[in-house]
């Protein structure tokens, strides 16, 4: 068995959970504005997640994310706060999983593709939905700190499905550390001779 993957996750050590800062700009709009406009300030949350080992190229976890959102941009008004809570699932490919990079790598690249469910309390006010679906697109590194813990850090795009195609981005920095004790090897029984 090769030690070393991605977030210091391995067969024998398949479990872990992270803790994540994220930068959120949720005013961000690629197609309705002409490809891009970036006119807010960033906001912050805090993300818990559950990681589980598939294989050696993939990963999957699921995150609750909560904090505040800052100066959002709703129907040409400025919102200064909004209460904002999601839950999102992710799966992720490791690049470093021994076919371009080897998993005994310290620094190694990964793309993500997952679901986000959001809730934006203040929508209300505006006669919308405060609930919102996404789909989310990601890559960033991860850099081994030991056996058990890796630094990870992220971008994402969530493109909000049924609406305007508007993107929130999000950028995140956090630790991650396995759980769970490794298999003990049974010894291997010797032949007796009669």
Known sequence: MTKGLVYGQTEEHKYGFAINQNLHDFNISLLDKKV????????QSFRVSYWRYLSRSFTFNTGLSNG??????????????????????????NIGNGKFISTNARLKPFVSFGYSLNYINRQKEFGNSPWGVSIQWGAGVQLKLSERMSLRLESAMDQEIGKSFDTHMQHR??????????????????????
């Open 173 to 194: 920095l956090g630790f991650i550390q396995t759980v769970g004790k490794p298999k003990e090897e049974k010894p291997a029984e010797k032949d007796s001779i009669p």
């Open 68 to 93: 505040f959102l800052f100066y959002q941009k709703e129907n040409d008004l400025l919102i200064n706060k909004s209460y904002f809570i999601g839950i999102d699932a992710v799966m992720q490919y």
């Open 36 to 43: 891009a406009s970036f006119d807010s300030s960033l906001s």
